[in-house]
Every structure is written in structure tokens, then in C-alpha cells.
Nanobody
């Protein structure tokens, strides 16, 4: 069993900042990719940012330069620092991780989602 627990969503004014955090727990052997996706009403879920075990990062063009993903391999956590937020960033944000459980191959896991609303 693996759980991803997110925190840090909320309401912020345009131009403001929020920090999302996600902690993975369970019978984890190793974590490969960790990242954040988002889904706005009526839209498909999309990749926001991801990082692999070695620290390489990948960002959606729409958030490049405004969002920063970071990871603590020792604590099995990933965070997303979101600056200069825009109304179009409003969405439910989901933590995602590819995790190998002890004795099993890698699986794709999701958090429960946290709402981010950017509005004046």
C-alpha cells in the first residue's frame, strides 16, 4: 500500500504565491518520478511539473519560470512553489509518483487532489 498526501492548496489573489507539498508513505522500495498535474473544470488533467530521482525537472510551458518543483528523496516528499499565480492556474492539483513497492514492480500513484483558486 502506498499513499500520497497533499497539502497547501487554497485561495490566493493574482500575482500571489502558494506552496504545495506531497508526502509518500507505505511499503516503498524506491520512487522514480514525482510530479504535479492539474485539472480545471471541463479540461483534461495536464502535467504541471515533474522531477526524476536524479533531480532533472520538466515543466509545462505555461508555468515555466513561475513554478519550481523540488524533491527530498530522504523524506519521500515533493513540493511545488507557485509564484506569480494567474487566474488560469485555478485547478485541482494532483500529486503523482511512480513507485516500486517492496517485492513488486513500479506502479503509478495519485494523491487525492488539492484545490488552488486564483481570484481577486
Amino acid at each position: 500500500q502506498v499513499q500520497l498526501v497533499e497539502s497547501g492548496g487554497g485561495l490566493v489573489q493574482p500575482g500571489g504565491s502558494l506552496r504545495l507539498s506531497c508526502a509518500a508513505s507505505g511499503n516503498i522500495f524506491t520512487i522514480y518520478t514525482m510530479g504535479w498535474y492539474r485539472q480545471a473544470p471541463g479540461n483534461q488533467r495536464e502535467l504541471v511539473a515533474a522531477t526524476n530521482k536524479g533531480g532533472a525537472t520538466n515543466y509545462a510551458d505555461s508555468v515555466q519560470g513561475r513554478f519550481t518543483i523540488s524533491r527530498d528523496n530522504g523524506k519521500n516528499t515533493v513540493s511545488l512553489q507557485m509564484n506569480s499565480l494567474k487566474p488560469e492556474d485555478t485547478a485541482v492539483y494532483y500529486c503523482n509518483a511512480v513507485i516500486a513497492i517492496v517485492g513488486q514492480g513500479p506502479g503509478n500513484y495519485w494523491g487525492q487532489g488539492t484545490q488552488v483558486t486564483v481570484s481577486s
